[in-house]
């Protein structure tokens, strides 16, 4: 019994005024309180565990739901770099000859926008040529046109830099940060090698510069600020579908180099076997046609074709 009906039903017992019938009827009474109090302090003790119970079931609910939205996030953003890619390796399988690589830049630039690279610049491509100590620079901006220019390695400091961090390894990867005078500097000098004007750089603070290798070529991008680490690992995945364009641009390549080897062979043996069949000193004027016919058919634009024989 509570502890206090007990001592008030001792009271009570010890109380000669009242009757026996008396004293039972309020122990009675008081057990039945005691009873009430006992079932009343159940059902709340109860009433708490349900309470903690519940909170812990919603607690982890709430956990696992945000874990599986963060999961569903997570699936649909792979899909959605995965449809990027897929893009990006459709326009470079489709490819038709080496100024394709300025749609790879474009649909890369494009793509890049998409998955939330809200400072980027440009897109670009660069294919070096050591043995001539320049490459070629493909770019593509949104606010202008797209273009190839060629640049000489040691044209600039940034150049150096960048050949010096991205020339080191197959898989290199450089990264410059322009700002402040250097930056000033860097744009004055774009403009001195003959790249479009962006602009967009007349006010910034800083221009950062992304790129990976791929070996004699490079895939890479400029931006108005640092990039994420997410966003450079998205970059990584981009130049590993570019490591296919350029193989195809370098396929076709070797092929236009090997079919104009090939016409200009046909216009030697054609010019050469014309040489040999000659009998008199008048058929020069063939020869010379033949000779004329085969550099247009080589677009080589000549208006005339003439053997120059000295009198000596």
């Known amino acids: 019994m509570n502890q206090h009906l007990q001592?008030?039903?001792?009271?009570?017992?010890?109380?000669?005024?009242?009757?026996?019938?008396?004293?039972?009827?309020?122990?009675?009474?008081?057990?039945?309180?005691?009873?009430?109090?006992?079932?009343?302090?159940?059902?709340?003790?109860?009433?708490?565990?349900?309470?903690?119970?519940?909170?812990i079931l919603l607690e982890e609910t709430i956990e696992e739901l945000e874990q599986k939205r963060k999961a569903v996030e997570g699936q649909n953003r792979e899909l959605e770099i995965?449809?990027?890619?897929?893009?990006?390796?459709?326009v470079a399988m489709g490819m038709k000859k080496p100024d394709d690589l300025l749609k790879v830049c474009e649909v890369l630039f494009l793509e890049l926008q998409k998955l939330g690279f809200d400072e980027l610049r440009n897109a670009m491509i660069n294919v070096f040529n050591d043995d001539k100590a320049f490459f070629l620079n493909y770019d593509f901006s949104g606010s202008v046109i797209a273009s190839i220019t060629n640049i000489k390695y040691n044209s600039h400091p940034v150049i150096e830099n960048f050949l010096k961090q991205i020339r080191k390894a197959t898989d290199a990867f450089a990264e410059l940060a322009i700002t402040g005078n250097e930056l000033e500097n860097w744009k004055k000098h774009r403009e001195s090698i003959g790249e479009l004007p962006d602009p967009r750089l007349e006010?910034?603070?800083?221009?950062?510069?992304?790129?990976?290798?791929?070996?004699?070529?490079?895939?890479?991008?400029?931006?108005?600020?640092?990039?994420?680490?997410?966003?450079?690992?998205?970059?990584?995945?981009?130049?590993?579908?570019?490591?296919?364009?350029?193989?195809?641009?370098?396929?076709?390549?070797?092929?236009?180099?090997q079919a104009?080897?090939?016409?200009?062979?046909?216009?030697?043996?054609?010019?050469?076997?014309?040489?040999?069949?000659?009998?008199?000193?008048?058929?020069?004027?063939?020869?010379?046609?033949?000779?004329?016919?085969?550099?247009?058919?080589?677009?080589?634009?000549?208006?005339?074709?003439y053997v120059w024989l000295p009198d000596v």
Do not use: C, P
Not at 20 to 44: G, R, V
Not at 82 to 90: G, I, N, P, Q, Y
């Open 260 to 305: 104009r080897e090939a016409q200009i062979e046909v216009a030697l043996e054609r010019t050469r076997t014309h040489s040999m069949l000659m009998q008199h000193s008048n058929e020069l004027d063939i020869t010379s046609r033949v000779f004329h016919e085969q550099l247009l058919l080589l677009g080589i634009d000549s208006e005339l074709s």
């Open 203 to 257: 006010n910034v603070s800083g221009l950062y510069y992304y790129f990976y290798s791929i070996g004699t070529a490079a895939i890479g991008i400029s931006n108005f600020k640092s990039i994420t680490d997410e966003q450079l690992s998205i970059l990584k995945r981009f130049r590993n579908v570019f490591e296919m364009a350029y193989q195809r641009y370098t396929d076709i390549e070797k092929a236009e180099a």
């Open 7 to 55: 001592s008030i039903l001792n009271t009570i017992q010890q109380d000669e005024s009242l009757t026996a019938e008396q004293k039972n009827a309020i122990a009675k009474s008081l057990k039945d309180a005691d009873k009430e109090l006992e079932i009343t302090a159940f059902k709340l003790d109860r009433t708490e565990k349900v309470k903690r119970t519940t909170a």
């Open 82 to 90: 995965e449809s990027s890619l897929e893009r990006v390796r459709t």
